[in-house]
């Protein structure tokens, strides 16, 4: 169904959570993603959707998945071969549903920095630190780091900020074996994803992974170096000592911001602009990375 927006999906007859973008519903064993159109900001689901966003940011996690290879949690894209209830909605789902193996989740996200942005830049700058690692002095806004750091940071309940926390911390309370192991994929899967993307014109600038385990195996899971999950910048357009023009949904952040909305109560619709220019950005990405063109 391309260029529809979805907003909430429905499954007859199977529980669901509903999280900012994702639908889950629980198939014992197994859950079943549904990425939708919603879209948020400032820890607010906004009203008004990107048509094809869930679309996009699924298939382009399925080209990560592919391309970066090891352990994950997918199992099938396929909904037509997924044995869904009578009266599912199959069209709705295609594209935007990944049915995978119900993990437990480790409860840090695993974040990794190649550049100085965003909240690692507000911290550098009051501390000259990011998560606790101590970085070179007189660095500027988006400047790229020495190395690739793993700073992860809390997840938080819905509507609430994620926290970042230093490795240390994540040791404390998972243990060094698993934070460890952590630490190494996440810098694994960053660096090979970002040598990709920097050879398709796009800047990783920093990224966040999550994991679950399932008897004793660790498993990536969730969404992978999506826009919604990942900063990106075209290269061409990159320089260092300011904020970056991005691929992400920064431009309904700044929409946003200009409108006067007080970020406390419901914020307004999307002006179709805006949506058009968003999903074009989104688009733009997909289109770049994969080599493929959307459709």
Same mark, same amino acid.
């Given at each position: 169904m391309p260029n529809q927006c979805l907003l909430q999906s429905h499954i007859p007859g199977l529980p669901v959570r509903r999280g900012k973008v994702r639908d889950v519903y629980d198939l014992g064993e197994r859950v079943l993603l549904v990425a939708t159109d919603r879209l948020s900001a400032f820890d607010w689901i906004l009203p008004t959707g990107i048509p094809d966003k869930g679309r996009l940011l699924t298939q382009l996690s399925l080209f990560w998945f592919r391309l970066l290879g090891g352990a994950h949690h997918l199992l099938t894209d396929d909904v037509y071969a997924m044995d869904l209830p009578t009266g599912t909605d199959l069209d709705a789902l295609a594209g935007r549903s990944v049915l995978c193996k119900k993990t437990t989740v480790v409860p840090f996200e695993c974040v990794v920095r190649g550049y100085l942005s965003g909240s !690692?830049?507000?911290?550098? &700058?009051?501390? !000259?630190?990011?998560? !606790?690692?101590?970085?070179? +002095?007189? $660095?500027?806004?988006?400047?790229?780091?020495? +190395?690739?750091i793993f700073t992860p940071a809390t997840k938080a309940e819905q509507g609430a900020h994620d926290e970042n926390v230093s490795f +240390? &911390?994540?040791?404390?309370?998972? !243990?060094?074996?698993?934070?460890?192991? $952590? @630490?190494? %994929?996440? $810098?694994? $899967?960053?660096?090979? #994803?970002?040598?990709?993307? %920097?050879?398709? #014109?796009?800047?990783?600038?920093?990224? @966040?992974?999550?994991f679950g385990q399932v008897n004793g195996e660790l498993l990536l899971i969730d969404e992978a170096l999506t826009p919604d999950s990942s900063r990106f910048w075209p290269a061409d357009k990159y320089a260092p000592g300011r904020a970056q023009p991005s691929y992400d949904k920064q431009f309904v952040r700044d929409w946003l911001t200009a409108s006067g909305w007080d970020k406390n109560s419901p914020p307004p619709e999307l002006p179709a602009e805006v949506v058009s220019e968003t999903r074009g950005k989104y688009v733009e990405a997909f289109e770049l990375l994969t080599g493929e063109r959307f459709l």
């Open positions: !690692g830049w507000n911290e550098y &700058r009051s501390t !000259g630190a990011v998560c !606790g690692e101590l970085l070179p +002095a007189h $660095l500027t806004e988006s400047e790229q780091l020495p +190395a690739p +240390a &911390r994540m040791t404390d309370t998972i !243990g060094a074996e698993l934070a460890n192991e $952590l @630490k190494r %994929r996440s $810098l694994d $899967l960053y660096t090979r #994803g970002a040598q990709h993307a %920097r050879s398709r #014109g796009i800047l990783i600038a920093d990224t @966040k992974f999550e």
